[in-house]
């Protein structure tokens, strides 16, 4: 089985909060992947709440984003529809950080995660590179340690465009396959 992971394609990372040049550019692409993807389809929601600037990860960077349930959190233009044509809407981890904690994929209760035997190949799309994507690259190369990880690089950006080459660069030296 193949599976599609959709990182963070969130409205505040895109034209809100976060949002950055070319990030917009991605939401073809990225709808079309979902569409013609043949296997389960996952995507994460950088998810966090009021307290936000209280964090850790809010100290370090004060810019208030994907608040659960704020129109910031939703998932970004055609990958969203394609998501519910798809039927994958409910197929999705929230997630307090930049990866998946092990408990976020154990307890996520809208579908269950394939065992290491099932899974093939694991590709994932999305933002931000250097942050979310590589993070749970490599979350889930650790989750799924026989299946090839792949990073569509192309379908992947970043706010700094020398830190995007340089995770994917990083990701490929963690034998990754990245296409660019």
């Avoid at 154990?106 to 065992?115: C, L, N, T």
């Avoid at 889930?140 to 994917?168: M, N, T």
Wanted: aromatic share 8%; glycine share 8%.
């Amino acid at each position: 089985m193949k599976l599609l992971i959709v990182v963070d394609y969130q409205k505040d990372f895109v034209d809100g909060a976060l949002g950055f040049p070319g990030a917009d550019l991605l939401d073809e692409g990225i709808a079309q992947k979902i569409l013609n993807h043949q296997g389960p389809i996952i995507y994460t929601l950088d998810t966090h709440t009021e307290d936000y600037l209280n964090t850790r990860e809010g100290k370090a960077l004060p810019i208030e984003h994907c608040i659960d349930g704020t129109e910031g959190w939703n998932v970004y233009g055609k990958t969203r529809e394609a998501l519910k044509q798809k039927g994958a809407e409910k197929s999705f981890v929230k997630k307090e950080t930049f990866g998946m904690s092990p408990a976020e994929f154990e307890e996520s209760s809208q579908f269950k995660w394939p065992d290491q035997e099932e899974v093939e190949s694991v590709e994932l799309v999305g933002l931000v590179t250097n942050m979310c994507v590589i993070s749970n690259a490599v979350l889930l190369q650790a989750k799924y340690p026989q299946a090839q990880i792949i990073v569509d690089g192309r379908l992947c950006d970043s706010f700094d465009k020398e830190l995007h080459e340089k995770a994917l660069d990083v990701m490929e030296g963690m034998q990754i396959k990245v296409i660019r």
